[in-house]
């Protein structure tokens, strides 16, 4: 395993690895979701890189930007026994030289749920992201489910600026009471992470109503949020339950099935998850 800090070493080592690559782009403190994202691409790709960069595009300026863990040994150690062929560490500069000031906007799948609570964010995510196709040259992508609009926002980059890339989507991975993992969960004291399982909770009983023939929007809607207001220390952002490739929001449920997702502040943390409903 190669751990590369400078973007033309990163390439030199690249152009020497032939076949299949397989990309799984991180912003580090990895947890078994990012794990599982590299075991799959391992078992797909002749190689696999990982990039391991906090990305300071795509946080507000009242976010979490210095706060967010960091553990880069850790990481590296976790990395090491999965057959990874290279680690890209770049510090910000690398990435953002002085005087940067090319962008990357995906313009309406990025507007609602997170782009609405979070402007700017996805504009951040998609130019660092093409960036690292840029620097990787890829063959698949691999993202995590629980970053549900990422996954929307990223495959329209691809087919819009015809990136030769197929993003593939791994499976949410969960805790087992049913908390969908997340580097930001290590900022929960233990009340809330108690009640922070209120999310999965929620989003179940709205899966229940629609296994049992539910397709009013508003009534699942409805149900998610009474779910979370019946926990004290749960703040709802919002709850959604829109198309999963346009994400217009429902009044009914059709065919192509709905995205069901949230975002819930527990104290100072906020937490986001969903499932994907899907018509027999």
């Given at each position: 395993m190669q751990t590369i800090s400078s973007l033309a070493e990163l390439r030199r080592?690249?152009?020497a690895l032939t076949g299949t690559f397989g990309l799984v782009p991180t912003m580090g403190y990895l947890h078994r979701g990012h794990l599982s994202?590299?075991?799959?691409?391992?078992?797909?790709?002749?190689?696999?890189?990982?990039s391991l960069f906090v990305n300071p595009t795509q946080f507000g300026p009242s976010e979490d930007l210095s706060r967010y863990p960091r553990d880069l040994e850790r990481d590296l150690s976790l990395l090491a026994p999965l057959g990874v062929d290279l680690v890209w560490t770049p510090p910000p500069d690398e990435m953002y030289l002085p005087g940067f000031q090319t962008w990357v906007n995906v313009e309406q799948v990025s507007a609602p749920l997170e782009g609405k609570q979070r402007p700017g964010?996805?504009?951040g995510v998609a130019t660092v992201v093409a960036k690292l196709f840029n620097a990787f040259s890829p063959d698949r992508a691999y993202f995590g489910q629980k970053?549900?609009?990422?996954?929307?926002?990223?495959?329209?980059?691809?087919?819009?600026l015809?990136?030769?890339?197929?993003?593939?989507?791994g499976p949410i991975v969960r805790e087992p009471d049913g908390l969908a993992l997340s580097s930001r969960n290590v900022?929960?004291?233990?009340?809330?992470?108690?009640?922070?399982?209120?999310?999965?909770?929620?989003?179940?009983?709205?899966q229940a109503a629609f296994a049992a023939g539910e397709r009013d929007a508003d009534a699942l809607r409805a149900s998610v949020?009474?779910?979370?207001?019946a926990e004290p220390l749960a703040r709802e952002e919002y709850v959604s339950v829109a198309?999963?490739?346009?994400?217009?929001?429902?009044?009914?449920?059709?065919?192509?099935?709905?995205?069901?997702?949230?975002?819930?502040?527990?104290?100072?943390?906020?937490?986001?998850?969903?499932?994907l409903l899907r018509v027999p």
């Open positions: 080592a690249r152009t994202l590299v075991e799959r691409a391992r078992e797909e790709c002749a190689h696999v890189g990982v964010h996805f504009r970053d549900a609009q990422q996954v929307v926002v990223l495959r329209r980059m691809v087919r819009d015809n990136f030769p890339v197929e993003i593939v989507t900022y929960l004291n233990p009340a809330e992470r108690a009640a922070a399982t209120v999310l999965y909770r929620a989003l179940t009983a709205a949020s009474a779910a979370l207001a198309h999963p490739d346009s994400l217009a929001e429902l009044e009914s449920i059709g065919a192509d099935g709905a995205l069901l997702s949230l975002a819930v502040r527990m104290g100072k943390t906020r937490l986001i998850d969903n499932l």
